[in-house]
């Protein structure tokens, strides 16, 4: 079953348990620096291997000592869906490791 969008409030709310995630009301993202570009690519990877694992994809963006993160859910036409704060979930898990904030 296709994924439901969520309401501007549930978005809201789920962000509200998100610290530095933010919405355009399309999508939901958040940038994380780095300690170079190596750890950032290692991340990029780390999070490819994530959206593999949920069938779900962001877009990621990949700078000298950054990683942007934007996602929405293509398949009810680019609205953000609880699949897009499940994976932001699982990459807020994973960024202390990579030393991201
Ligand atoms: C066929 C495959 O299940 C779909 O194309 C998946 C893959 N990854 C996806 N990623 C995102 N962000 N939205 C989708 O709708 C989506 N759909």
């Known amino acids: 079953m296709a994924p439901q969008p969520l309401t501007p409030e549930e978005t809201?709310?789920?962000?509200?348990?998100l610290p530095h995630w933010t919405t355009d009301g399309d999508s939901v993202s958040r940038s994380y620096s780095?300690?170079?570009h190596l750890p950032a690519a290692a991340m990029a990877l780390h999070i490819a291997a994530i959206q593999?694992?949920?069938?779900h994809h962001s877009e990621l963006t990949l700078?000298?000592?950054?990683?942007?993160?934007?996602?929405n859910t293509h398949s009810v036409g680019g609205r953000i869906t609880e699949l897009d704060i499940a994976l932001a979930?699982?990459?807020?898990?994973i960024a202390p490791g990579h030393g991201a904030s």
Do not use: C, H, P
């Open 12 to 17: 809201e709310q789920a962000l509200s348990g």
């Open 34 to 36: 780095l300690a170079g």
């Open 52 to 55: 593999e694992e949920l069938n």
């Open 63 to 71: 700078g000298y000592n950054s990683l942007s993160v934007t996602v």
């Open 89 to 93: 979930r699982r990459i807020e898990q």
